[in-house]
């Protein structure tokens, strides 16, 4: 350890004066040691203010002070364990709480079904009070210290907490950190000229810098919000929404909206949440010139964030939702200086893309050059690795990867809208056209894990078990990386696309309501003694989680290595561990494929064990043949 600095010593000064007399100060004293050094430089990376990491501290200390003494002694047991969302163990599930059960309480009543699932990590989208009407799903936050009220409270939501704490599992919240509802407090009294709360948000008098700025962004809903500015008569100027109009974009420069927003994170991990999902992060820092997403000084943010957070909420943990291209995502989970200071998780939007992508092309060849040129990730950090989430697919595949396999990036992307959006002749899916932008022709994709693997459109028996082997590999890949895998709600039952989606008027618009549909709870519950399409997929999902569990070599400390085999169909994951290692075989084709055993058992070993159907890998005259959508976990002999 390097010796304090003297502005380390005062800032252990100033919280030893605020919470001397706080049982466990020792503790807490030794916090600030560690995460001390990670809040200076943050600080000294984007904001030349003097006097901010005292104002932090500060803060931190009120939030200190209300902690309660069960969420500062479940603190003390992350210290020790500060891999458990890395582990084998660690299986997440999203869901909307009221689309799930209805209300907070009634997410209480379900937790014996996540258990039974394996579920260890619950990620409960937007519920926090949205503006009334159309919110974006919740993502237009009116105020971050109440629950939305139809939900419950905020009092029910540390309950449901310590509800799920006591069976193992943790509570993930979205923070919205790029921009408020135009409703929310900050935006009222900005509109109302308060000069304060003027500078929380990027106001323009007129179009001369939204018009410099507009030459370089792009649109996110070209469909229904196009252009990044919204004129308010109140504010009587421009004012900067990357999203819809009725999101406004805060202010991060300024460092009261960096102050309010610790203020805001360490309430939320008061009331026991373990995780927050950094929504739209990649765009909270403004660059003239530039697509204004990624910008370095995200990371120093990110930084500070978590170092004040680890002070005040040791147990609390971020993960980023940067859905960027390949080349700038791996900097949510720290490069240079930032690596291992920033998110401890990060969505693996890449790999997911790369999953459909070798479906619809029967080749997975794309896929492993893609995650070959991935670089590691710091060893304390894990890809939250997923299927599909509650947001469209956008076809996020680099030109120059195509360009190693002689494949045109436009070309591919655009074979992938047809593809699952049906209109390809070969197409077994069944998605929806999301935001098609004409000037780019880009055309993402909204559906079900299931409606586009193709249950949707299975007539017979026959294509229907292909099309829920094209789901137990593409959730098999997600969960077999390495990493925390997520189960969006309803998966695990295979759930076709809601087609009566736009009869709700706020989302009539916006055809992603079309893969977050309604819990079937009869379906769920009659998933052990009826014979259905739901019940296998939540049997084959189930069985896959609980294999997982036992293979150490699935802990996300170790990075996992892509061969590809002289069948483009055919590809191997491989992960090295101590424990013992893992060798994973997809066959991501309708066809069998037959390869030289030695392609496979050429990672060192003469016979080996299928985990998932707990049968050794037969091999024939040499050979081993792989049905379609094969899917082998494959160790030595157990
Ligand atoms: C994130 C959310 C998405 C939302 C956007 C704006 O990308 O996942 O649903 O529209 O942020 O908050």
Known sequence: MSLPTPQLVELRDRLEKNLGDEPGIEGILARIERWGPDLIAGIEDVYPESGLAERIIDIVSNGLRARSHTLRMRDRI???????????DAVGYAAYADRFAGTLNGVRERIPYLSELGVTYLHLMPLLEPRPGESDGGYAVMDYRKVREDLGTMRDLASLAEALHESDITLTLDLVLNHVAAEHEWAVKARAGDPKYRDYFYIYPDREMPDQYERTLPEVFPDFAPGNFTWDDDL????????????????????????EYIDIIINLANQGVDCLRLDAIAFIVKRMGTNCTNQPEVHGITQILRAAAHIAAPSLIFKAEAIVAPDDLVAYLGRGRHAGRVSDIAYHNSLMVQIWSALASRD????AVAMSRFQDIPTTTAWATYVRCHDDIGWAIANEDC???????????????????????????????????????????SGTAASLVGLGRGHTAAERRLALDRLMLAYAMAMGFGGLPLIYMGDELA???????????????????????????????ARATTVSDAASAYSGLHRMVHVRRSLESLHASVPTR?????????????????????????????????????????????????????????????????????????????
């Open 364 to 367: 997975a060849r794309l896929l």
């Open 236 to 259: 009587n100027g421009w004012v900067w929404t990357t999203f819809n109009s009725f999101q406004w974009d805060v202010n991060w420069t300024n460092p009261d909206v960096l102050c």
């Open 495 to 525: 759930l076709l696309n809601d087609d009566d989606f736009a009869s709700v008027p706020e989302h009539a618009d916006d055809n992603r309501w079309a893969h977050r549909p309604a819990m079937p709870w009869d379906i769920a519950d």
């Open 562 to 638: 892509i061969y590809t085999t002289s069948h483009p169909s055919v590809v191997c994951f491989v992960r090295r561990h101590p424990a013992g290692d893992l060798v994973q075989v997809y066959n991501v084709s309708d066809v069998s494929v037959a390869l030289d055993s030695a392609e496979i058992l050429g990672h060192g070993w003469t016979l080996a064990y299928d985990r998932l159907s707990e049968r050794y890998l037969p091999v024939v005259d040499g050979h081993v043949t792989l049905p379609p959508y094969a899917t082998l976990w494959l160790t030595e002999p157990v």
């Open 403 to 445: 360009e190693a396999l002689a494949l045109n990036g436009f070309e591919h992307r655009r074979f992938l809208s047809d593809f699952y959006s049906g209109a390809h002749p070969a197409s077994f899916a069944d998605g929806l056209v999301f935001q098609e932008n004409p000037q780019t022709l880009d055309r993402r994709i």
């Open 78 to 88: 992350r210290l020790l364990t500060p891999d458990w969302f890395q582990r084998p």
